[in-house]
Nanobody, 124 residues
Framework: QPQLVESGGGLVQSGGSLRLSCKVSGLSLDYYGIGWFRQAPGKAREEVSC????????NYVDHAKGRFTISRDRAKNTVYLEMNSLKPEDTAVYLC?????????????????WGQGIQVTVSS
């Protein structure tokens, strides 16, 4: 059974940085793209970034461009989301998800497996 476990969340000051990790097991990053999502109270879940199964395609929602960077370490079965210049509106539960991919690209797909999520809180 595939599993995804997020780590690296917590409390950070406005303007600070965090690096989230998504450790995957039971699946290969060679076959699955990974998306990062966030869910805040009263707001719809949104996809903030994704990386394809080749690692060559990386996409970001507009408000994350220039601030967030997605990357992966294939040997560690881990995908990272580096978040810089954090704002209070970035406060949310962040989740990673896996999508089986056979063509290049990522974003906007129905994902097959989800992590439990991790809290990120940005203080003003």
């Amino acid at each position: 059974q595939p599993q995804l476990v997020e780590s690296g969340g917590g409390l950070v000051q406005s303007g600070g940085s965090l690096r989230l990790s998504c450790k995957v097991s039971g699946l290969s990053l060679d076959y699955y793209g990974i998306g990062w999502f966030r869910q805040a109270p009263g707001k719809a879940r949104e996809e903030v970034s994704c990386i394809s199964h080749t690692g060559r395609t990386k996409n970001y929602v507009d408000h994350a461009k220039g601030r967030f960077t997605i990357s992966r370490d294939r040997a560690k079965n881990t995908v990272y989301l580096e978040m810089n210049s954090l704002k209070p509106e970035d406060t949310a539960v962040y989740l990673c998800a896996a999508d089986r991919l056979v063509v290049e690209g990522c974003g906007g797909y129905e994902y097959d497996y989800w992590g439990q999520g991790i809290q990120v809180t940005v203080s003003s």
